[in-house]
Protein backbone atom coordinates (compact mmCIF):
# COMPACT_ATOMS: atom_id res chain seq x y z
CA UNK A 1 0.00 0.00 0.00
CA UNK A 2 1.57 3.40 -0.77
CA UNK A 3 1.07 6.32 0.85
CA UNK A 4 -0.19 4.32 4.58
CA UNK A 5 0.94 6.08 7.85
CA UNK A 6 3.36 3.27 7.99
CA UNK A 7 4.99 3.69 4.31
CA UNK A 8 8.80 3.63 4.51
CA UNK A 9 8.78 1.80 8.37
CA UNK A 10 9.65 -1.12 9.45
CA UNK A 11 8.22 -3.39 11.96
CA UNK A 12 9.53 -6.61 14.20
CA UNK A 13 6.35 -8.46 15.37
CA UNK A 14 7.24 -11.26 18.19
CA UNK A 15 4.39 -14.30 17.76
CA UNK A 16 3.10 -13.07 14.41
CA UNK A 17 2.58 -16.15 13.15
CA UNK A 18 -1.08 -16.12 14.74
CA UNK A 19 -3.70 -14.80 16.62
CA UNK A 20 -3.60 -11.22 17.64
CA UNK A 21 0.40 -11.30 16.58
CA UNK A 22 -1.01 -12.08 12.82
CA UNK A 23 -3.23 -9.45 13.34
CA UNK A 24 -1.00 -6.59 13.90
CA UNK A 25 1.75 -8.07 11.35
CA UNK A 26 -1.48 -7.77 8.79
CA UNK A 27 -2.73 -4.04 9.69
CA UNK A 28 1.03 -2.47 9.76
CA UNK A 29 1.61 -3.99 6.28
CA UNK A 30 -1.12 -2.73 5.16
CA UNK A 31 -0.45 0.71 6.44
CA UNK A 32 2.90 0.54 4.53
CA UNK A 33 5.12 -1.24 6.70
CA UNK A 34 7.38 -3.51 6.12
CA UNK A 35 7.37 -6.39 7.82
CA UNK A 36 9.40 -9.45 9.97
CA UNK A 37 6.78 -12.14 11.19
CA UNK A 38 8.56 -13.47 14.31
CA UNK A 39 7.63 -16.26 16.26
CA UNK A 40 9.18 -19.80 17.79
CA UNK A 41 6.99 -21.34 14.48
CA UNK A 42 9.11 -20.72 11.72
CA UNK A 43 7.26 -22.74 9.24
CA UNK A 44 3.75 -21.19 10.54
CA UNK A 45 5.57 -17.63 10.65
CA UNK A 46 6.83 -18.26 6.70
CA UNK A 47 3.18 -19.70 6.10
CA UNK A 48 1.71 -15.89 7.42
CA UNK A 49 4.50 -14.05 5.57
CA UNK A 50 3.05 -15.52 2.31
CA UNK A 51 -0.56 -14.67 3.46
CA UNK A 52 0.97 -10.90 4.02
CA UNK A 53 2.95 -10.45 0.58
CA UNK A 54 6.55 -11.28 0.04
CA UNK A 55 6.90 -7.75 -0.68
CA UNK A 56 5.20 -7.26 2.38
CA UNK A 57 6.74 -9.34 5.02
CA UNK A 58 9.21 -12.08 6.01
CA UNK A 59 9.61 -14.75 8.64
CA UNK A 60 12.21 -14.94 10.96
CA UNK A 61 12.22 -18.11 13.82
CA UNK A 62 12.42 -15.83 16.81
CA UNK A 63 12.35 -17.29 20.58
CA UNK A 64 11.77 -14.49 22.85
CA UNK A 65 13.80 -16.27 25.31
CA UNK A 66 17.00 -16.06 24.05
CA UNK A 67 18.60 -13.10 24.56
CA UNK A 68 21.60 -13.41 22.54
CA UNK A 69 19.02 -13.49 19.65
CA UNK A 70 17.41 -10.37 20.77
CA UNK A 71 21.22 -8.45 19.72
CA UNK A 72 21.36 -10.80 16.32
CA UNK A 73 18.07 -9.71 15.39
CA UNK A 74 18.54 -6.00 16.50
CA UNK A 75 21.31 -5.42 14.68
CA UNK A 76 20.00 -7.52 11.09
CA UNK A 77 17.08 -5.41 11.40
CA UNK A 78 18.49 -2.28 12.11
CA UNK A 79 21.01 -2.97 8.99
CA UNK A 80 19.78 -2.18 5.58
CA UNK A 81 18.97 -5.47 5.15
CA UNK A 82 15.46 -4.27 4.69
CA UNK A 83 15.91 -1.26 2.16
Do not use: P, W
Not at 15 to 27: E, L, N, P
Request: contains cysteine.
Amino acid sequence: MSGGRLNGKCALITGAARGIGKAFAQKYADEGARVAVADIDFELAQKTAKEIGEQRAFAVKLDIRDQVIHFALLDLYSSNYLF
